[in-house]
């Protein structure tokens, strides 16, 4: 069956400190994997999109990896603004999008 | 500008009601779909759309429906027969049907009265 973890659930940093969120998936296929921010009440906001293992891709303090069965979303020295929701979703079919259900990200100042 | 519009922001249903949800975008992308988020869930799909006048039912489409009349536009009815419609209804599209990353609009939230 096709499937997105994400851990952990929630996660609480210091302004400045590093971390990383995880998105462990199975899928028969990988088309793309796709990382968003989601701020509460709000749509979720693109990231980033990985195709093949090895990739990764930059934007201001976020990177994300691919490997074959996990995509890492790491934050460098984080900022009270970085606070969302961080969701990851696999394309594993033409039309079949999976979502995990998100890391909720704290970050105080 | 371009991007994904939803509107109302809110919108309140009384049983037995149909309510429908707008969803306009000017990315001229082909491919548009809805989906709901219930808290602790992922997003579930409920229809997809990847051309004018075609649409396909997703994982939970029983109670919902949806025209493609024009390429901006994908309104979502929810119909009486959805029996637990509160939550939070996003719209999204891609440039390309089932390639591309999606984007998503700002989202309608639903509440049952």
Known sequence: EDQVTQSPEALRLQEGESSSLNCSYTVSGLRGLFWYRQDPGKGPEFLFTLYSAGEEKEKERLKATLTKKESFLHITAPKPEDSATYLCAVQAGTYKYIFGTGTRLKVLA | ?113
Not at chain 2, 16 to 28: F, M, P, R
Not at chain 2, 69 to 77: D, W
Not at chain 2, 95 to 101: E, I, K, R, V, Y
């Open chain 2, 1 to 113: 500008d371009g991007g994904i519009t939803q509107s109302p922001k809110y919108l309140f249903r009384k049983e037995g009601q149909n309510v429908t949800l707008s969803c306009e975008q000017n990315l001229n992308h082909d491919a548009m779909y809805w989906y709901r988020q219930d808290p602790g869930q992922g997003l579930r799909l409920i229809y997809y759309s990847q051309i004018v006048n075609d649409f396909q039912k997703g994982d939970i489409a029983e109670g919902y429906s949806v025209s493609r009349e024009k390429k901006e536009s994908f309104p979502l009815t929810v119909t009486s027969a959805q029996k637990n419609p509160t939550a939070f209804y996003l719209c999204a599209s891609s440039l390309l049907p089932g390639t591309d990353t999606q984007y998503f609009g700002p989202g309608t939230r639903l509440t049952v009265l």
